[in-house]
């Protein structure tokens, strides 16, 4: 075809679509302009113009933000949407989702309310803090207490060691600076001792900063100073420790900084994330002292980083499950992987294994370490059996982009040429589907390549 004049009326191609009929428009339409485009250009390279309006078509009728299996053992994957909801936590965002809620009614007095109140009492028994306020992510936590305790051109004294960057365009410097607030670095990258911090502080000073190096570690000559130290300054101290770890009797959290160690000390402001290890929705935690954080309240930024209504009510059922830490450790999907067992590990990799050669893959179950991921613990190693898979006479890039592109998605490893599924961040029915997807993927292989 390469005539204008042969090319079909959208309406036609779009009843060859189906239903529903404007997205079969639509995708008619886009078509037919891109093929006139291709034939006013001169080429002539026609591909069927049916093919194409198909694959619109079906591109318009397919959510974009969609559920995919992470057997990359990364259990907080920034990239995969973090942490899985508990199961209680997904039916109260759900509750508030389907119809109205309380979420700012004063119930006993009729009026209007806070909703924070519904977490701020959990927060401060579970924190001993005096007070706390959520806002939409630790990144704004941190913004607004940077901005409330210093925005008025006053210093952040922080450590040259702690000028960190977390992801992408989370740097501290450049988020202190944002805030309205002066950056006064001590120490070097290195050490940082407290006379360090003293010799910094005076009349300009609005807090210090101490930020958690989350997503890596510092060997050697190295020194930094302790939380308790730094509150014995008299100046607040804001404490962002990133991951905000809450749950009790897991010593695989060992390394990272307690959200009750830091209040106890009296840090003024202490913020954490949501859905890194505390494992609950993406949101921002601060706790601290009544007044500093009455000043974050009421500071104008706190309304732009307000945390929405489904999340808060996946943060106040994650909190309830951490008032009895031993079901926190069982329903919370985050700390369930982190200390899964090594038989439940086994049992599924050995069930995938079969899974896999059923449905004619080579498989075997070999050891490997998954990670925490979502910067924190960077050196954690969690060893455990996986699946290793043979892709044959494939490339095992070639198969791992398949499954990328397969429903759902199955995001693997790739080692030594073959495919790695880790069986620690998938559930026992994830696997069922993953062995079908790899399967799935291993024939289509096949067929696009021809007989090998
Ligand atoms: C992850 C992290 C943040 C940002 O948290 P988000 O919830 O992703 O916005 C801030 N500070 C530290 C130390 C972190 O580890």
Known sequence: MNDLRDLPSVERLATQLGEPHELAVAAAREAVASRRRQVQRGDGSATALLEEAKELFDRLRTPSLA??????????????????????????????ARGYSNLEADLDEGGRGSRQMHVRDLLRELSGAEDALVVNNCAAAVLLAAASMAGDGREIVVSRGQLVEIGGSFRMPEVIEASGARLREVGATNRTRLADYEHAIGESTGAILRAHPSNFRMLGFTEEVAVEALCGLGVPVIDDIGSGALAEGMPVLGEEPG??????????????????????????????????????????????MRIDKLSLAALEATLRLYREPRRAREEIPVLRMLQAPHEELQRRAGALTDALEAG???????????????????LLELEGPAVEVDPSRFAAADVAQRLRLSDPPLIVRLRRGRLLLEVRTLTDDEAVEAARLVADAMREAGRDHGPG
Not at 275 to 286: F, I, R, S, T
Not at 363 to 368: E, G, H, P, T
């Open 67 to 96: 559920r995919a299996l992470n057997a990359s053992g990364v259990i907080v994957h920034t990239n995969l949407g973090r942490a899985p909801l508990a199961p209680s936590a997904v039916e109260a965002a759900a509750a508030v």
């Open 259 to 304: 959200v009750r160690r830091s209040v106890a000390a009296g840090a003024a402001l202490v913020c954490f994330s949501g859905d890194k290890l505390l494992g609950g929705p993406q949101a921002g935690v601060l706790v601290g002292g009544e007044d500093p954080i009455a000043r974050a309240r009421s500071h104008p930024l706190a309304r732009a």
């Open 360 to 378: 004619g893959v080579t498989a075997s179950v070999v050891r490997s370490a998954c990670a925490a991921g979502g910067g924190a613990l960077p």
